[in-house]
């Protein structure tokens, strides 16, 4: 009987197949802490530590890894390493740029400043290779804050300080003394923040556009900017910035000062772009047209703009519209703009086939006859 019923029982055993499923990848967040001011690369990026050939964690190696691990990573700064102090620490970095692909918060020391500059190196008898500071990838949504990005050189393409393919924030950060064939400072093409920041002393070369920043022609490409300087930067056009096609520039409070456009737009060149500002104020620019603002075939909304001491060369010291653009200002202050040819406070163009409008309501120093309308 025994014997049956285990034999009864074996039959109505249900037997099943095991099956392995493959789950998706797992993006852990790493934090890294940089304690070294070298440029070494990660040593072993399979390791997930961040370290250099000399056992230290450097930026790059940070970034690297991150880069390895994908996903969101926060980099910080040791406080032994960059202690308190007034003297910039610097971060050489040599050979190429630092390329974030993923994406990061980069939190620079408060206490004392660190300035990342590139070494240019090269064989002997030929021009040294060049490159930018930094590359934001087209996959990277990333956050600085409290760095110097300054000296670069970048002779093949835009943007010498930083060249942002996608999402950008700088908080409290410098980008000075950097150069490149177009935006010396910053070339962007998707979305660009800047809060606190300072922008002085860059330049887009050989007659190139934007001195300290450019827009791509792209109507994702926004840039907002909040509380910043921007000043002493050159360009053949746009000093300051150079707004193209689509892009759009939202610049509240700041100011923009003392830029230098050879071509047109001392502090800012619109070229069929939006620009929005509030509380800027727009002083000491230099241009051949249009000292502080030119406005071709773009829209642009002034409100309690201060407009002071810009010059042309030839026309729109103050603001220079054309091309059935349009330009709107609201409560804007107006005080000792010049011009050699025409316009010291505002110029626009007027034939029959150019609808160019310019708006002025409740602006003070200026009165109907400051607006030269040039047939």
């Avoid at 021009?127 to 934001?136: D, K, L």
């Avoid at 160019?356 to 309501?361: A, D, F, M, Q």
Wanted: aromatic content about 4%.
């Amino acid at each position: 009987m025994w014997t049956r019923k285990r034999l009864r029982t074996t039959k109505n055993v249900v037997r099943r197949r095991l099956f392995v499923e493959v789950l998706e990848g797992r993006e852990v967040p790493a934090t890294f802490t940089v304690d070294s001011t070298g440029d070494g690369g990660d040593a072993n990026l399979a390791d997930g530590v961040a370290k250099d050939a000399n056992n230290q964690t450097t930026l790059r190696a940070a970034i690297e890894q991150g880069n390895d691990l994908g996903g969101t990573h926060t980099i910080n700064f040791s406080a032994t390493v960059f202690s308190a102090g007034t003297v910039p620490i610097q971060i050489p970095v040599l050979n190429s740029k630092l390329e974030l692909t993923a994406s990061f918060t980069i939190n620079g020391p408060t206490n004392v400043p660190v300035e990342l500059r590139p070494i240019y190196m090269g064989i002997p008898g030929q021009a040294p290779q060049t490159f930018p500071i930094m590359e934001i990838g087209n996959q990277s949504a990333s956050t600085i804050k409290y760095l110097t990005l300054t000296g670069a050189r970048w002779a093949n393409g835009a943007g010498g300080g930083i060249l942002n393919t996608n999402v950008l924030t700088l908080e409290n950060c410098q980008i000075t003394d950097c150069q490149a064939l177009g935006g010396g400072g910053i070339m962007t093409q998707k979305t660009l923040t800047l809060t606190n920041c300072t922008l002085s002393g860059n330049k887009a070369t050989n007659g190139t556009d934007g001195g300290a920043i450019l827009t791509a022609v792209n109507i994702a490409c926004v840039t907002t900017i909040e509380g910043t300087t921007i000043t002493n930067n050159e360009a053949s056009k746009g000093g300051g910035i150079a707004v193209l096609a689509g892009a759009q520039v939202i610049i509240n409070g700041g100011q923009l000062t003392y830029n230098l456009g050879t071509g047109q737009g001392g502090g800012i060149y619109s070229s069929g772009g939006t620009l929005r500002m509030t509380g800027t104020n727009l002083e000491a620019n230099t241009a051949g047209d249009g000292g502080g603002l030119y406005n071709s075939g773009g829209t642009s909304t002034l409100q309690s703009v201060t407009i002071k001491g810009n010059a042309a060369n030839n026309w729109g010291g103050g603001i220079w519209a054309k091309d059935r653009s349009s330009t709107y200002l609201t409560s804007c202050t107006f005080d000792g703009n010049t011009a050699n040819v025409g316009g010291p406070k505002v110029a626009y163009t007027g034939t029959i086939d150019d609808t160019t409008i310019v708006s002025l309501v409740d602006c003070t120093g200026i009165v109907a006859s400051d607006r030269k309308l040039v047939m």
